[in-house]
């Protein structure tokens, strides 16, 4: 499907993001012109394009990859992207980002972690240097695994734009709205939307509040795409329309002295230009930018009894070979309602062959009564027992079995989940916002347990056994 026809989302006031206009749509061939006619006519490369513009495509896949999952986008620029110089190592290096997650730099703890919100820094910092690994699996140079980062940043990037050679970003701000310049065009992303960048494209992001916090999800060797609704129809959950990818921008002005700073196997290169990478004065294609609203998110939960799987509320997922494991699945849990009568209806108390790192962007979150705060995470690994904290068993419990209809309101909570186990950096296990205590709201569970039997059953008992 080929989408032309923008729509316009009032931003807020300031700069060149107010009244952005986008495109609607996953994974649709879009079009999108700034000068219109600059996308030739019947074939990608023509000898002379139109305006003299340099003919560039971008691949997020094999060529040979089954159509379905092709991705690939054609740009048209008044420069193409190789014009720069040698990349060299950055100076100074950034060391806290991980991408080959192996014994020498991260550890493997089968311990239910959190995390209190890191504070934003007071020294000036960008988005590039705000940005650390807390945990991850796999390898970037082998094509298969994750990572996943965290953000605080006070400043916006200038004179530079980042690349990410090594896999997606799916970014989730908390704090603070994100300005994002694309090669495509330009994104305003607040708390409680997401953007994903895929692979290869160069990006800025500028900080129009002053700060900002946020979590990032990685993946290598895969794409996000929407999950299958089975039973559930052709409706519901999250609707390919409420994806939105930019229109198209360019600036032309000579920029000396511009850096690319491109992020390779986990470590930060850097090459100089004399121009903007933003010099794209239209493409089309289906690999783009793109964000999502996520109170655009259509829940659905059970309606009688049993609390259902976190399953049901998959925004993306980054699916493996093997049908129904997910390399790493984005699930919300945004404010619903839930009704299911004769049920503990907190998350149940579980163990799980898949690993589950959660953020919370705003309010509470049903399961932990206390300590888990927006801006902050728990990560609970392969196996690892994990469920609601003492306060939030015993309250639900006080209710009795005629409760009614409750709305949960004033939360958005996620989760990122993977079917590869992650090793934890060591600059996450030390941080000072490790909540050292956080078994503690586990500690004070105590037994209902109840056995009334009568005395005959007591002696029938005894005597089964002698």
């Keep these: 499907m080929e989408t032309k026809n923008p729509i316009t989302v009032t931003a807020a006031a300031g700069g060149n993001f107010e009244n952005l206009e986008y495109l609607s749509g996953f994974g649709n061939h879009l079009s999108?012109?700034?000068?219109?006619?600059?996308?030739?006519?019947?074939?990608?490369?023509?000898?002379?394009?139109?305006?003299?513009?340099?003919?560039?495509?971008?691949?997020?896949?094999?060529?040979?990859?089954?159509?379905?999952?092709?991705?690939?986008?054609?740009?048209?620029?008044?420069?193409?992207?190789?014009?720069?110089?040698?990349?060299?190592?950055?100076?100074?290096?950034?060391?806290?980002?991980?991408?080959?997650?192996?014994?020498?730099?991260?550890?493997?703890?089968?311990?239910?972690?959190?995390?209190?919100?890191?504070?934003?820094?007071?020294?000036?910092?960008?988005?590039?240097?705000?940005?650390?690994?807390?945990?991850?699996?796999?390898?970037?140079?082998?094509?298969?695994?994750?990572?996943?980062?965290?953000?605080?940043?006070?400043?916006?990037?200038?004179?530079?734009?980042?690349?990410?050679?090594?896999?997606?970003?799916?970014?989730?701000?908390?704090k603070g709205r994100l300005w994002i310049t694309t090669e495509c065009g330009k994104l305003q992303v607040v708390p409680g939307e997401i953007v994903v960048i895929p692979q290869g494209f160069r990006f800025v992001v500028d900080l129009p509040d002053?700060?900002?916090?946020?979590?990032?999800?990685?993946?290598?060797?895969?794409?996000f795409q929407l999950p299958d609704l089975g039973p559930i129809g052709a409706n519901g959950l999250a609707a390919s329309r409420d994806f939105l990818a930019p229109v198209a921008w360019f600036e032309q002005s000579s920029c000396p002295g511009y850096t690319i700073v491109q992020k390779f196997g986990g470590e930060l290169f850097t090459a100089k230009q004399d121009f903007s990478p933003f010099n794209v004065v239209a493409w089309h294609g289906n690999y783009v930018p793109y964000k999502y609203d996520l109170s655009n998110f259509c829940?659905?939960?059970?309606?009688?009894?049993?609390?259902?799987?976190p399953s049901i509320n998959t925004v993306l997922t980054a699916p493996t070979d093997k049908p129904g494991v997910a390399l790493l699945d984005f699930v919300v849990f945004p404010p619903r309602w839930v009704v299911a009568e004769h049920t503990f209806r907190p998350p149940y108390y579980h163990r799980n062959c898949m690993s589950e790192f959660m953020g919370l962007i705003h309010g509470g979150y049903e399961a932990k009564a206390d300590g888990f705060l927006p801006g902050g995470a728990s990560l609970h690994s392969c196996m690892t027992p994990h469920g609601p904290?003492?306060?939030?068993?015993?309250?639900?419990?006080?209710?009795?079995?005629?409760?009614?209809?409750?709305?949960?309101?004033?939360?958005?909570?996620?989760?990122?989940?993977?079917?590869?186990?992650?090793?934890?950096?060591?600059?996450?296990?030390?941080?000072?916002?490790?909540?050292?205590?956080?078994?503690?709201?586990?500690?004070?569970?105590?037994?209902?347990?109840?056995?009334?039997?009568?005395?005959?059953?007591?002696?029938?008992?005894?005597?089964?056994?002698?």
């Design 32 to 174: 999108s012109e700034a000068i219109a006619g600059a996308i030739p006519q019947g074939q990608n490369s023509p000898l002379i394009c139109p305006y003299g513009l340099y003919a560039e495509q971008i691949s997020g896949t094999a060529f040979t990859a089954p159509r379905k999952h092709n991705l690939r986008s054609w740009l048209y620029r008044i420069k193409p992207s190789v014009t720069h110089e040698p990349f060299k190592p950055r100076v100074p290096g950034h060391g806290k980002l991980v991408t080959e997650f192996n014994q020498s730099n991260s550890s493997a703890t089968p311990t239910q972690l959190r995390w209190k919100p890191v504070e934003i820094p007071e020294a000036p910092t960008d988005f590039i240097d705000g940005l650390y690994t807390v945990c991850g699996a796999g390898s970037s140079y082998l094509r298969h695994g994750y990572a996943i980062h965290m953000y605080t940043a006070n400043k916006s990037m200038e004179k530079c734009a980042f690349c990410n050679a090594d896999g997606d970003f799916l970014i989730v701000p908390q």
């Design 210 to 223: 002053g700060s900002s916090r946020g979590y990032v999800a990685e993946i290598f060797g895969t794409h």
């Design 389 to 466: 904290d003492t306060k939030s068993y015993e309250a639900t419990i006080a209710l009795g079995n005629e409760a009614g209809p409750q709305k949960i309101a004033d939360t958005m909570a996620f989760m990122f989940e993977s079917c590869l186990i992650p090793r934890v950096c060591p600059w996450a296990l030390e941080c000072p916002c490790m909540d050292n205590d956080y078994y503690q709201c586990w500690i004070g569970l105590k037994s209902h347990f109840t056995c009334e039997a009568s005395k005959e059953e007591n002696v029938e008992l005894l005597n089964g056994h002698n």
């Design 299 to 309: 829940p659905y939960n059970t309606v009688l009894f049993d609390h259902s799987d």
